[in-house]
C-alpha cells in the first residue's frame, strides 16, 4: 500500500514545511521505507540540479528545429487542439531564453517537453497533482483560508481583483457543508479562487478557475488518499479535493451546479 505521506515527504525535503509539519515529517521517515527511499532520490535530483552549470550558449538553430519539431505535431490525433499553436507562441515569445539553454542534451530535452506538454494526458496528470498538492498545504502551516467567514456575502466580494474569476460562492449549510471561508491560490499559472468547505471532519477546498481552453479533466481522480471531483459549468472549471468520500463531493458538485444554473458533470 502507498504511503499516504509522500506528498509531505515531498515538501518536506525541498523545504516547504513549517517547523511543526517538518517534525512530523522527521518522526515519521525512520518508519517508513517508501518515504526514505522518496526523501533519498528526490535529494539527490535537487543536489544534481544545482550541479548543473547556470547558463550555457545554446548551438545555431535551436529555435528552428524546435519549431521543426512542433510542425511534426500538427495533426496528430493525440494532440489536444490548440496546443501546438499556443507553444508555437510561446517559442517565439522567449528566444531570449532560447539563447541560454544548454547545447545537446537540451535539444532533446526541451522537443521531448514541446511533445509532453501537447499530450492531455499529460497535461491533465500535472494540473492534477497542482490541486492535490495545494489541498495539502491548505491543512498545513496555518493556509487554510486567507478570509474566515461564513457568510457567502462576505466571501464572495473578498476575491474581486485577487483571483481571475468571480466564483460562486454558496451557502450550503443546509446540505451538510459548512462555508469556513476561502483563499486565493496559484495553479497552473492561473489566479484560482479556492472556496473552503467543512462537512463533520472533513475539509473540502473547492478551486475554481476559468475554462478558456476546455482542456481539462472531468469525473472523479484519486491522489494519495484525497478525491478530487472535477466539471465545468458556465465558463468556469471546478475542482472539489477532500479526503471525504466521493458520493459526497457528488453531491457537493450538484449543489453548486445549481447555484451556477446549470448540471454539466
Same mark, same amino acid.
Given at each position: 500500500?502507498?504511503?499516504?505521506?509522500?506528498?509531505?515527504?515531498?515538501?518536506?525535503?525541498?523545504?516547504? &514545511?513549517? @517547523? *511543526?509539519?517538518?517534525?512530523?515529517?522527521?518522526?515519521?521517515?525512520?518508519?517508513?521505507?517508501?518515504?526514505?527511499? /522518496?526523501?533519498?532520490?528526490?535529494?539527490?535530483?535537487?543536489?544534481?540540479?544545482?550541479?548543473?552549470?547556470?547558463?550555457?550558449?545554446?548551438?545555431?538553430?535551436?529555435?528552428?528545429?524546435?519549431? +521543426?519539431?512542433?510542425? %511534426?505535431?500538427? *495533426?496528430?490525433?493525440?494532440?489536444?487542439?490548440?496546443?501546438?499553436? +499556443?507553444?508555437?507562441?510561446?517559442?517565439?515569445?522567449? +528566444?531570449?531564453?532560447?539563447?541560454? !539553454?544548454?547545447? *545537446?542534451?537540451?535539444?532533446?530535452?526541451?522537443?521531448?517537453?514541446?511533445?509532453?506538454?501537447? &499530450?492531455?494526458? @499529460?497535461?491533465?496528470?500535472?494540473?492534477?497533482?497542482? /490541486?492535490?498538492?495545494?489541498?495539502?498545504?491548505?491543512?498545513?502551516?496555518?493556509?487554510?483560508?486567507?478570509?474566515?467567514?461564513?457568510?457567502?456575502?462576505?466571501?464572495?466580494?473578498?476575491?474581486?481583483?485577487? !483571483?481571475?474569476?468571480?466564483?460562486?460562492?454558496?451557502?450550503?449549510?443546509?446540505?451538510?457543508?459548512? /462555508?469556513?471561508?476561502?483563499?486565493?491560490?496559484?495553479?497552473?499559472?492561473?489566479?484560482?479562487?479556492?472556496?473552503?468547505?467543512?462537512?463533520?471532519?472533513?475539509?473540502?477546498?473547492?478551486?475554481?478557475? @476559468?475554462?478558456?481552453? *476546455?482542456?481539462?479533466?472531468?469525473?472523479?481522480?484519486?491522489? %494519495?488518499?484525497?478525491?478530487?471531483?472535477?466539471?465545468?459549468?458556465?465558463? /468556469?472549471?471546478?475542482?472539489?479535493?477532500? %479526503?471525504?468520500? @466521493?458520493?459526497?463531493?457528488?453531491?457537493?458538485?450538484?449543489?453548486?451546479?445549481? !447555484?451556477?444554473?446549470?448540471?454539466?458533470?
Amino acid at each position: 500500500m502507498a504511503c499516504d505521506r509522500t506528498l509531505l515527504t515531498q515538501a518536506y525535503v525541498d523545504g516547504e &514545511l513549517d @517547523s *511543526g509539519a517538518a517534525l512530523e515529517v522527521e518522526k515519521h521517515l525512520p518508519t517508513c521505507a517508501e518515504c526514505q527511499a /522518496l526523501a533519498a532520490e528526490t535529494g539527490a535530483l535537487t543536489d544534481s540540479l544545482r550541479a548543473l552549470p547556470r547558463r550555457r550558449a545554446a548551438p545555431p538553430g535551436l529555435e528552428a528545429r524546435i519549431l +521543426r519539431a512542433l510542425d %511534426d505535431l500538427e *495533426g496528430r490525433p493525440t494532440v489536444t487542439d490548440g496546443w501546438v499553436e +499556443r507553444l508555437r507562441r510561446f517559442v517565439a515569445a522567449r +528566444r531570449q531564453w532560447l539563447a541560454g !539553454v544548454a547545447s *545537446g542534451l537540451a535539444v532533446a530535452a526541451a522537443v521531448a517537453a514541446a511533445v509532453l506538454i501537447s &499530450l492531455p494526458s @499529460s497535461e491533465n496528470d500535472r494540473v492534477i497533482e497542482e /490541486l492535490a498538492s495545494a489541498h495539502v498545504r491548505s491543512l498545513m502551516a496555518q493556509h487554510l483560508l486567507d478570509i474566515g467567514s461564513s457568510d457567502a456575502h462576505t466571501v464572495a466580494p473578498w476575491f474581486k481583483g485577487r !483571483v481571475d474569476v468571480a466564483p460562486p460562492v454558496a451557502d450550503l449549510s443546509a446540505q451538510g457543508y459548512e /462555508l469556513l471561508g476561502g483563499r486565493a491560490e496559484y495553479i497552473d499559472g492561473k489566479r484560482v479562487a479556492a472556496i473552503v468547505y467543512g462537512r463533520d471532519a472533513h475539509y473540502v477546498n473547492l478551486f475554481v478557475w @476559468s475554462d478558456y481552453d *476546455g482542456d481539462h479533466p472531468k469525473g472523479f481522480v484519486a491522489r %494519495d488518499g484525497y478525491n478530487l471531483k472535477m466539471w465545468s459549468a458556465h465558463g /468556469l472549471v471546478f475542482c472539489a479535493v477532500s %479526503d471525504d468520500d @466521493s458520493a459526497h463531493l457528488q453531491s457537493l458538485a450538484k449543489q453548486i451546479n445549481l !447555484v451556477v444554473g446549470t448540471d454539466k458533470n
